[in-house]
Every structure is written in structure tokens, then in C-alpha cells.
């Protein structure tokens, strides 16, 4: 007799076994893993009603947790896998993507959110602030590969780097606007509630997640690496599952004293990296995350695609389309085209880290986050409506193209690092 919980154990166990295989053979094709799982939890939720409802308006604290968790796991995951060591120079990219790109993605939403859908303020910069960042789940796939154990990963252009420390860093650089949301929305716009907002949740969090983060990483690196006590090494004993107890105790930590737990965690993974750079453990430890997260990721994308099916996007119109294809195609290219003037990128890798911002799992756990702790009253349903529309499009559009570019990209680098040195063998980033 088919039942619901028989319907959920087979399901799950054919979603983990496609999880397996669908990386490898949709490699390059327009198709990505996000794409499949989440048009089959639009159709499991279609076509079988006594499935339960996975609103997230109803089980908001659910869903809010379970995407926490999912992007905390990615964060180390993305600090874990680059190769280029932490230098201001080095990561030129990715100060421009936070400190131009993402503002100005924030600004343009949020007045979008004003004008075009007629959000308070409260609920458009809460809008701007939710879908700016690059998502560290569902970059995946134009991120860095696995951490390699030599001085010079081929993986790592400068595309790969930029996009996967972009992730890294903006959902934490993104919370102080969130924070700011929320407090809009209880005191309005007054001169306490901002500069309490500044000193707690602009300077004192990102401090202490900034700091906690290195801590914890270095003690961390040392039990890893270099214990008094040869048997404590851990990497002496290829224990991959001991990546989840970093994650949890920067993220646990940093949340305790009130910081930001996303910066701790992406910090606390770029500490452990930087203590032992070449060490083949580190690969050991990326390995167990990236199965994590992607086990993660299906369930949340299953479920988006439930709530798609039951109806999470009633309330969209024309308007609300028309903001999310902006946004999407027109608003964050032209924002990262225009940030990464003048930088080390070339016109084809500009375009291609412009175009590659996608939004995801990050994105619903804001949202999910700011009503939970602020009112907006009569904006909870357009919000969620807005954000699924605008990650679902994200996963279609970016998932059918980034195969494709990507891989005309790889092409056009090795070809020009092949003219340039006269051999077969790739080289070091060349800009293209």
C-alpha cells in the first residue's frame, strides 16, 4: 500500500543514489543536479497530495534552521577548497564583488522592492539584502574544485576564485543589512535604532566573527596538524567527520557572544587551510563536507520545489517577473561588470563572474531569519513569493548555462596558456 512515509524512505533513497551519479553525467550538459531535484520536487508535490505541505510561512523556524546549517557546512566547505593564500593584493576580485557589487546590488533591489512591488522599507531592503549575496551552495558549480596538495591548483582561475571567495565572505558581509531590515521594521528609521544597529550589529559582530574565527581555527590547526601528542594528530587518522565539529563550534561560538557565525565559520576554514597549505588532509576534510552539503541541498531544493507545487508562488504577477528576470540578468551583471573595471580580470572573465552571481539557499535563510525576528506585517507571503521566484529562476537560467560557459572559458585559458609557453601542459591563470 503506498503510503506517505514508504513514498519519502524510497524517494529519499533515489534522490541520494541520483546525488551519486547525476554530478558526473550532466558534467557538460545545459542540466545541473539543483535544476533535477528541484523540477522533481515540483512534480513528487504535484502529483502526490498526501505529501505534507512544506510551507515555509508555517514552518518557518524549520526551514530557517535547516538552511542554516546547510550554508554553514558550505562555508567551510568554500574555505577549505582555495589554494591562493589569504593576501589583499591576491584577493583584489573579491573586495571589488563585496564592497561595490553587493551594495549596489542592494541598493538597485531595494528600490525595485519600493517602486515596482510596493514594499515598505523595511521589506524591500530585507528583499535587497536576501538575494545580493552569491550563494555558497549553488555556486558550486563554477567554485574552486577540491584543495590540492600542490603550489598551483589548474582549477583555481581567477573565475573559479572569485566567485567561490565572494560566497564565502558575503553572507556574512550581507547580515548587517538584514540586521538592518529587522530593525526598520520594529523602530522605524531613528537615530537610536541606526546607531545601535551600527555599533552591535555592523562593527561588533563582524570583529568577533572575524576574530573567534581565526582563533578557533588556529587551535584548531594545531590539534589537526601539529599536536605534542603524535596519536592526537588527527590528520595522522584521515577522519573526515571532524570538519562538521570545526563548522559547529566557530559557527556555536560566534553565535554565543553574538557575532557573525558565517564570517567565524568561512574564517575558522581559511585558518585551517593556511596552517598546513600542501597537507593532503585537507582534502580528506573538503571530501566529507561536499557529500554533506550536497546531501543537504537536495533535501532543500525537494522541498522549494514542494512549496512551488503548493502553491508558494500565488502572489506573483507581471511585476513581480519583471524584478526577478532585472535583477537576475540586468542588475547584478551590470553591477559586477562595472565593479570589476579596471581590476585583474579580463573582458571575458569579467563577464563571466558578473553574470554567475546566483542566488540560493542563502537567500531563503535570510528571509526566513528577518520574520522570524522582525514584523512585516502583510509583506511575509510577497517576500517568500519573490525570493523562491528569483532562486528557482537562478537554478534554471544559471544551472542550463553554466556548463556550457564555463567550459568555453577552461578552452579559451589553456589555449592562450598553450600560446604563450609553446607546450601541452596548462599554466598558472592567464587572464581571459
Not at 533513497?13 to 539543483?34: D, E, N, W, Y
Not at 576580485?93 to 522592492?113: C, D, K
Not at 542550463?400 to 585559458?413: F, G, Y
Request: net charge neutral.
Amino acid at each position: 500500500m503506498l503510503e506517505a512515509p514508504s513514498i519519502l524512505f524510497f524517494a529519499a533513497g533515489l534522490a541520494v543514489l541520483a546525488a551519486a551519479i547525476l554530478p558526473k553525467l550532466l558534467l557538460r550538459m545545459p542540466l545541473s543536479m539543483p535544476m533535477v531535484f528541484l523540477g522533481s520536487g515540483i512534480l513528487a508535490f504535484a502529483l502526490l497530495p498526501d505529501l505534507p505541505d512544506p510551507d515555509p510561512v508555517k514552518y518557518a523556524d524549520f526551514t530557517m534552521h535547516l538552511t542554516e546549517v546547510c550554508v554553514i557546512i558550505s562555508l567551510m566547505g568554500a574555505g577549505l577548497a582555495l589554494d591562493r593564500p589569504f593576501k589583499w593584493r591576491g584577493w583584489s576580485t573579491t573586495w571589488r564583488l563585496l564592497g561595490i557589487v553587493m551594495p549596489v546590488s542592494i541598493v538597485v533591489m531595494t528600490m525595485l522592492g519600493l517602486w515596482v512591488l510596493g514594499l515598505g522599507l523595511a521589506a524591500a531592503l530585507l528583499l535587497g539584502a536576501a538575494i545580493s549575496p552569491t550563494d555558497p551552495v549553488l555556486a558550486s558549480e563554477v567554485q574552486v574544485g577540491k584543495p590540492a596538495d600542490t603550489e598551483t591548483d589548474p582549477d583555481e582561475d581567477e573565475v573559479r576564485f572569485a566567485l567561490t571567495s565572494e560566497a564565502g565572505l558575503n553572507d556574512g558581509l550581507a547580515f548587517p543589512f538584514v540586521y538592518l531590515a529587522i530593525a526598520i521594521s520594529l523602530a522605524g528609521v531613528t537615530p537610536e535604532a541606526i546607531g545601535q544597529w551600527a555599533a552591535l550589529d555592523l562593527v561588533w559582530r563582524m570583529t568577533a566573527g572575524v576574530l573567534l574565527g581565526f582563533v578557533i581555527g588556529k587551535v584548531l590547526s594545531r590539534i589537526f596538524f601539529s599536536a605534542p601528542v603524535r596519536s592526537f594528530r588527527l590528520s595522522e587518522h584521515s577522519e573526515g567527520f571532524v570538519a562538521l565539529a570545526a563548522t559547529f563550534l566557530a559557527y556555536g561560538a560566534t553565535e554565543m557572544i553574538e557575532g557573525y557565525g558565517f564570517v567565524a565559520v568561512f574564517v575558522c576554514a581559511l585558518t585551517i587551510r593556511a596552517s598546513e597549505r600542501h597537507h593532503a588532509y585537507h582534502q580528506v576534510l573538503h571530501s566529507y563536507v561536499e557529500q554533506l552539503e550536497r546531501l543537504m541541498t537536495i533535501v532543500i531544493l525537494v522541498l522549494l520545489g514542494g512549496a512551488i507545487a503548493r502553491g508558494v508562488l500565488d502572489g506573483i504577477g507581471w511585476a513581480e517577473l519583471l524584478v526577478a528576470l532585472l535583477f537576475l540578468l540586468l542588475v547584478r551583471p551590470v553591477a559586477g561588470w562595472l565593479g570589476l573595471l579596471r581590476g585583474k580580470t579580463g573582458p571575458r572573465e569579467r563577464l563571466a563572474i558578473s553574470y554567475f552571481g546566483i542566488r540560493g539557499i542563502g537567500s531563503l535563510f535570510y528571509v526566513a531569519y528577518a520574520l522570524s525576528h522582525g514584523k512585516f506585517d502583510g509583506d511575509e507571503r510577497t517576500l517568500w513569493a519573490v525570493v523562491a521566484l528569483i532562486v528557482a529562476l537562478s537554478v534554471v537560467i544559471h544551472g542550463a548555462t553554466t556548463a556550457p560557459l564555463m567550459d568555453r572559458l577552461d578552452k579559451l585559458r589553456v589555449t592562450k596558456a598553450r600560446k604563450k609557453h609553446g607546450d601541452e601542459s596548462r599554466a598558472p591563470h592567464t587572464a581571459v
